[in-house]
Antibody, heavy 121, light 108 residues
């Protein structure tokens, strides 16, 4: 069955970096765009970034643009989120999610279980 | 930046009909997905592409659209439907994702 498993979360100091991974299985990973979505404690969902199925285009929320980088390795069926210059307000559960086969930011249908990132000194 | 607007809360008694709206200027051009999220769990899609229901999901969940507003309707609400519901779509260019603020459905 379709499965997305995030990893790489943890506690990190402000200003430092962290890289999240999302291992995909049960579908043809290279055919789908992929999203990162986050949820701060007690808050709503926030869209973070999307990458096209072939990695040719990447788009970001204003809140992370210039600090976060989404990427993928289709040979490893893995999605990544490189997070630099982390701030306290980046503290959240980060979800990876499977998007569309078309080149757009159409919302995802399948989500992982999330990984927690805490930015604190 | 582009926004989707949802009511913060909706309350209904068991067996009644709950309607949750989501408004945004680009909705006539972009699909809306609805997610249900229960405490401590990942979101689950309950309606995709405005009105399609995932296989195996209860038929009491339905979606509709009219202009710049889409509506999630839950007919015959059950206690297990109590959750947060979020709409998601894309901006008019189709390159940026956006969520509504979420609606807490309370079953009285």
């Amino acid at each position: 069955q379709v499965q997305l498993v995030e990893s790489g979360g943890g506690v990190v100091q402000p200003g430092r970096s962290l890289r999240l991974s999302c291992a995909a299985s049960g579908f043809t990973f290279s055919s789908y765009g992929m999203h990162w979505v986050r949820q701060a404690p007690g808050k709503g969902l926030e869209w973070v970034a999307v990458i096209w199925y072939d990695g040719s285009n990447k788009y970001y929320a204003d809140s992370v643009k210039g600090r976060f980088t989404i990427s993928r390795d289709n040979s490893k069926n893995t999605l990544y989120l490189q997070m630099n210059s982390l701030r306290a307000e980046d503290t959240a559960v980060y979800y990876c999610a499977r998007g569309s086969t078309a080149p757009n930011a159409q919302p995802p249908e399948v989500w992982g279980q999330g990984t927690m990132v805490t930015v604190s000194s | 930046s582009y926004e989707l607007t949802q009511p913060p809360s909706v309350s209904v008694s068991p067996g009644q009909t709950a309607r949750i709206t989501c408004s945004g200027d680009a909705l006539p051009k972009q699909y809306v997905y609805w997610y249900q999220q229960k405490p401590g769990q990942a979101p689950v899609v309950v309606i995709y592409k405005d009105s399609e229901r995932p296989s195996g999901f209860p038929e009491r969940f339905s979606g509709s659209s009219s202009g710049t507003t889409v509506t999630l309707t839950i007919s015959g609400v059950q206690a297990e439907d109590e959750a947060d519901y979020y709409c998601q779509s894309a901006d008019s260019s189709g390159t940026l994702g956006v969520f509504g603020g979420g609606t807490k459905l309370t079953v009285l």
